[in-house]
C-alpha cells in the first residue's frame, strides 16, 4: 500500500528565508496533491501533480513531482508570517477513487 | 459556490454511546470520502461514497460505517464510543466521476470528545 512521509516534521522559519518541505512516496500514485491547514480549521487545497516533471506556483509557493525519484517537493520563497499552517502531502490511485494517502504534515512556523 | 458543510460541529458523547455525523457535499459533487484527524495517527481514510455505493473502505472496524443519500449527502455512523475515536472527522467531497480521482474539497470538520 501506498506509503507517504513528508519531512522534516516541524520548520521555523524567519520571513524572508526560503526553504523546501519534502514528500517522500513508497509506490507511484496517480495524483499528488498539496493541501494546508490553519490550526482549527480544515484542509485548502493548494495543487494538484499529475505527471512526473509537473511543476505548479503560487504566490510564494511552489510544488513540484518527480515521479521517478518518489518525491514531490513545496518550496516557500521569501516566506511571510501567513504562510504559518501545517501543510499536507497526499498520494491517490484511479483505481481507488476517492481514498487518498496523506503524509504526517509538516508544521510551518514563520517568525519576524 | 457554497462549500461542504458538515453538522454538528462538535459533540460531546461517553463511552458506550453511538453518534452520527452528517456531510452536504458541494452542489454537483457526487463524490463523498471520510476522514479521521487525530494527533497520533495524523489524517486516516474512512471511507468513500459515489452515487450511494460505498466505492473504498479503509482499516477501520465495523463500528464504523456510512451511507449516501440520493442527493448526495452522507452520514457517517459510530457505534460503542470508544476514548480512542475522539478527533476530528473531516468529509471531502470531488466531482471524480466512476473511475476518476478528482481534487477533494474539505468541510470544517466534526470534533467529537468521547469522554
Redesign the interface.
Same mark, same amino acid.
Given at each position: 500500500e501506498l506509503k507517504v512521509e513528508q519531512n522534516p516534521l516541524f520548520l521555523s522559519m524567519q520571513e524572508g528565508k526560503n526553504y523546501t518541505i519534502y514528500c517522500n512516496y513508497s509506490t507511484t500514485s496517480?495524483?499528488l #496533491?498539496w #493541501?494546508r491547514q490553519d490550526p482549527g %480549521? @480544515? *484542509?485548502? @487545497?493548494l495543487f494538484?501533480l499529475l505527471s512526473n516533471g509537473a511543476v505548479k506556483q503560487e504566490g510564494r509557493l511552489m510544488a513540484s513531482l518527480d515521479t521517478k525519484a518518489r518525491l514531490s517537493t513545496l518550496h516557500i520563497t521569501a516566506a511571510v508570517h501567513d504562510l504559518s499552517a501545517t501543510y +499536507?502531502c497526499?498520494g $491517490? +490511485? #484511479?483505481?481507488? $477513487?476517492? %481514498? *487518498?494517502? +496523506?503524509?504526517?504534515?509538516t508544521e510551518l512556523s514563520v517568525k519576524p | 459556490k457554497a462549500g461542504v458543510t458538515q453538522t454538528p460541529r462538535y459533540l460531546i458523547k461517553t463511552r458506550g454511546q453511538q453518534v452520527t455525523l452528517s456531510c452536504s457535499p458541494i452542489s454537483g459533487h457526487r463524490s463523498v470520502s471520510w476522514y479521521q484527524q487525530t494527533p497520533g495517527q495524523g489524517l486516516q481514510f474512512l471511507f468513500e461514497y459515489f452515487s450511494e455505493t460505498q466505492r473504498n473502505k479503509g482499516n477501520f472496524p465495523g463500528r464504523f460505517s456510512g451511507r449516501q443519500f440520493s442527493n448526495s449527502r452522507s452520514e457517517m455512523n459510530v457505534s460503542t464510543l470508544e476514548l480512542g475515536d475522539s478527533a476530528l472527522y473531516l468529509c471531502a467531497s470531488s466531482l471524480a466521476g466512476r473511475g476518476g480521482l478528482g481534487t477533494q474539497y474539505f468541510g470544517p470538520g466534526t470534533r467529537l470528545l468521547v469522554l
Open positions: 496517480d495524483r #496533491y #493541501y %480549521k @480544515s *484542509l485548502e @487545497s494538484v +499536507f497526499a $491517490g +490511485f #484511479y483505481n481507488q $477513487g476517492g %481514498k *487518498l494517502i +496523506f503524509g504526517q504534515g | -
